[in-house]
């Protein structure tokens, strides 16, 4: 049925990590769910494309674990980084207590695309493309739906509750007006790719030297690298030249620099621009917001996606019964904040404490190498320490788990 005029009971504007999942679980729990993501697919570069044992525990909850884990990916069991010439173990999560002890390297298109896949068998999911939420439908101050441009122009959704899933740069958020705290981040990030040589370690591991942090993500094929810069840098670093970025490269990368000539133009690396911040309430009467929309994370310890993951999870074990039994109030977006508020501001506490301690100290350190922060070294020297930054990256402050028994509420042919 054509979704314009229609009344659904969730929109979610944004079909990311924290989308996609919140509509599935919704789809599974009976819920009419729509969910709006603005691309004609999942194809974009340099996304989180770390799945943490947390998401794969409920990838095991909802049963979709072994299908999931068939699909081409990568393991780490363990982080480390190299500082100087001393190779420092960082993270250990072969002890986590979870099915799968290591994270899964997977593009996050066809993680999404998962999501997807199984989302559509619910008949009450369903989930528009080239669809973006520009505007918010209100009365008497209580959010009613949303406004979208669509593959054939204009649209308007009504829905119960809105929920705002559209990434860092929220559209819904700010017409939302809901009031943003930043915290700061002393760095942004440029993404490339090289390719994989024989010679090449086999783990992901980070690079910290004097004045430069790089870290390489083995992705079986080819290495997905991050060059660590000062905040607001990337202009400076153009204005020097490509040639001069691609050695600075080369001299980081093990085994030789030959491989620099696959950065072609400087259209083959990508900025992200680190925010960290945070709504100071993440609700209005009829709107929700979860993920980065809520809460935009440091690329530190790639833990974003968890959070997201983990918001989706809550939010549909909390919202799914009023949603489906028309009896949504506004304590019951309340709740979702109060569950997913203390373990995203102790995430963030710990991710800006490592920005400061570490990275920025590191950025700014010039000369001979210096020794390894005092965080790294207690980790080299203790080796149960690692189990605590395992625990932080691999699960999080508050790991969520699929409610049981919602999926007998609406079976994938409809029947009750």
């Given at each position: 049925?054509?979704?314009?005029?229609?009344?659904?009971?969730?929109?979610?504007?944004?079909?990311?990590?924290?989308?996609?999942?919140?509509?599935?679980?919704?789809?599974?729990?009976?819920?009419?769910?729509?969910?709006?993501?603005?691309?004609?697919?999942?194809?974009?570069?340099?996304?989180?494309?770390?799945?943490?044992?947390?998401?794969?525990?409920?990838?095991?909850?909802?049963g979709l674990l072994e299908e999931f884990l068939a699909?081409?990916?990568?393991?780490?069991?363990?982080?480390?980084?190299?500082?100087?010439?001393?190779?420092?173990?960082?993270?250990?999560?072969?002890?986590?207590?979870?099915?799968?002890?290591?994270?899964?390297?997977?593009?996050?298109?066809?993680?999404?695309?998962?999501?997807?896949?199984?989302?559509?068998?619910?008949?009450?999911?369903?989930?528009?493309?080239?669809?973006?939420?520009?505007?918010?439908?209100?009365?008497?101050?209580?959010?009613?739906?949303?406004?979208?441009?669509?593959?054939?122009?204009?649209?308007?959704?009504?829905?119960?509750?809105?929920?705002?899933?559209?990434?860092?740069?929220?559209?819904?958020?700010?017409?939302?007006?809901?009031?943003?705290?930043?915290?700061?981040?002393?760095?942004?990030?440029?993404?490339?790719?090289?390719?994989?040589?024989?010679?090449?370690?086999?783990?992901?591991?980070?690079?910290?030297?004097?004045?430069?942090?790089?870290?390489?993500?083995?992705?079986?094929?080819?290495?997905?690298?991050?060059?660590?810069?000062?905040?607001?840098?990337?202009?400076?670093?153009?204005?020097?030249?490509?040639?001069?970025?691609?050695?600075?490269?080369?001299?980081?990368?093990?085994?030789?620099?030959?491989?620099?000539?696959?950065?072609r133009a400087w259209d083959d690396v990508k900025l992200?621009?680190?925010?960290?911040?945070?709504?100071?309430?993440?609700?209005?009467?009829?709107?929700?917001?979860?993920?980065?929309?809520?809460?935009?994370?440091?690329?530190?310890?790639?833990?974003?996606?968890?959070?997201?993951?983990?918001?989706?999870?809550?939010?549909?074990?909390?919202?799914?019964?009023?949603?489906?039994?028309?009896?949504?109030?506004?304590?019951?977006l309340a709740r979702v904040e109060r569950r997913r508020?203390?373990?995203?501001?102790?995430?963030?506490?710990?991710?800006?404490?490592?920005?400061?301690?570490?990275?920025?100290?590191?950025?700014?350190?010039?000369?001979?190498?210096?020794?390894?922060?005092?965080?790294?070294?207690?980790?080299?020297?203790?080796?149960?320490?690692?189990?605590?930054?395992?625990?932080?990256?691999?699960?999080?402050?508050?790991?969520?788990?699929?409610?049981?028994?919602?999926?007998?509420?609406?079976?994938?042919?409809?029947?009750?």
């Amino acid at each position: 049925m054509p979704i314009e005029g229609r009344a659904v009971q969730c929109c979610i504007a944004g079909g990311g990590p924290a989308g996609m999942m919140l509509g599935l679980l919704l789809g599974r729990a009976g819920v009419e769910t729509v969910v709006l993501e603005k691309h004609a697919d999942f194809l974009r570069d340099f996304r989180g494309d770390t799945i943490h044992p947390s998401t794969l525990e409920v990838l095991h909850e909802l049963g979709l674990l072994e299908e999931f884990l068939a699909l081409p990916h990568q393991r780490v069991e363990r982080l480390s980084g190299r500082v100087g010439q001393e190779e420092i173990p960082i993270a250990d999560f072969t002890r986590l207590p979870v099915r799968c002890g290591f994270i899964a390297l997977m593009p996050q298109w066809t993680f999404l695309d998962f999501l997807a896949r199984h989302a559509k068998i619910f008949p009450g999911f369903r989930l528009c493309m080239e669809t973006e939420a520009v505007d918010l439908i209100e009365e008497a101050g209580v959010v009613k739906g949303v406004r979208a441009q669509g593959p054939s122009g204009p649209l308007a959704i009504r829905a119960a509750l809105v929920v705002g899933a559209d990434g860092r740069h929220s559209t819904v958020r700010e017409r939302a007006g809901l009031e943003v705290e930043t915290l700061g981040a002393p760095m942004d990030v440029l993404w490339f790719r090289l390719s994989r040589a024989p010679g090449d370690p086999g783990q992901t591991m980070g690079r910290f030297e004097a004045g430069r942090i790089f870290v390489m993500i083995n992705h079986g094929t080819h290495w997905q690298i991050g060059y660590v810069i000062p905040k607001g840098s990337a202009e400076r670093l153009r204005a020097a030249g490509l040639d001069r970025f691609r050695d600075t490269v080369a001299a980081l990368l093990p085994g030789g620099g030959e491989r620099v000539a696959e950065i072609r133009a400087w259209d083959d690396v990508k900025l992200l621009t680190v925010v960290v911040d945070r709504l100071r309430r993440w609700f209005r009467p009829g709107l929700l917001c979860i993920g980065d929309a809520a809460h935009a994370m440091s690329p530190v310890g790639g833990v974003g996606i968890n959070l997201a993951i983990q918001d989706a999870v809550a939010a549909a074990n909390l919202l799914a019964a009023p949603l489906r039994d028309g009896t949504l109030t506004t304590g019951d977006l309340a709740r979702v904040e109060r569950r997913r508020r203390w373990p995203t501001r102790v995430t963030q506490r710990v991710q800006v404490f490592l920005q400061e301690r570490v990275i920025a100290r590191t950025l700014e350190a010039r000369g001979p190498q210096a020794p390894p922060p005092l965080p790294l070294r207690l980790l080299q020297r203790h080796p149960l320490l690692r189990r605590l930054p395992g625990r932080l990256i691999g699960m999080g402050v508050r790991p969520e788990h699929v409610q049981r028994g919602a999926e007998t509420v609406a079976k994938p042919d409809g029947s009750e």
